[in-house]
């Protein structure tokens, strides 16, 4: 429950911004060259329905790759989420004004969720959000009403 609420969002070794976007190369796990190892991406509410299996929608707004490897089990996911939420913990002072910096687009109470990839080239979703929306207008948050 702790962690649920403190994960807001963010970290920001790779936002994408617009055309010139900063986004690199999948890191790939020693194990298996094909599969990339940990990564945390954050996507916004309007990229993804929320209960389905889908991948989200476009780029995520923030995206993180650890060089650690993990298992790929559930044990692993897990791991890998957790190593995410080190990460982003550091951040949330300023996750509104990251998070709005960030994106290509407004957004208007839009919540950021935590999504990972282990092993996988795929997104899963961790339904992990600290439950605040994010207003963002022009590159700049504003208090949600």
Same mark, same amino acid.
Do not use: R
């Given at each position: 429950? /702790?962690l649920?609420?403190m994960m807001?969002v963010?970290y920001v070794s790779?936002?994408y911004?617009g055309? =010139?976007n900063?986004v ?6 020693s194990? =298996?060259s094909n599969?990339p190892?940990?990564v945390?991406?954050?996507? +916004?509410?309007?990229q993804? !329905?929320k209960?389905s299996k889908?991948?989200? *929608?476009g780029?995520?707004?923030?995206? #993180?790759e650890?060089p650690?490897?993990?298992p790929? =089990?559930t044990?692993?996911n897990r +791991?890998?989420t957790? *190593?995410?939420? @080190?990460?982003i913990?550091?951040?949330?002072p300023n996750s509104a ?8 687009r407004d957004? #208007? !109470?839009?919540?950021a969720?935590?999504?990972?990839? =282990?092993?996988?080239? @795929? ?9 605040r @929306?994010?207003c963002?207008?022009d590159g700049?948050p /504003?208090?949600c /009403?």
């Open positions: 429950m /702790y649920t609420l807001v963010l790779y936002p911004v055309g =010139n900063i690199p190369s999948i890191t790939k796990s194990t =298996n599969e190892g940990c945390c991406g954050i996507f +916004l509410s309007g993804f !329905k209960g889908e991948q989200p *929608k780029h995520p707004a923030l995206l #993180h650890h650690d490897t993990f790929c =089990n044990v692993g +791991l890998c957790n *190593k995410c939420l @080190e990460t913990v550091k951040y949330l004004a990251i998070l709005c910096a960030s994106i290509d957004c #208007h !109470k839009e919540k969720y935590l999504f990972i990839k =282990n092993c996988k080239d @795929e997104w899963t979703n961790t339904n992990l959000s600290a439950g @929306e994010y963002c207008k700049l /504003y208090k /009403y």
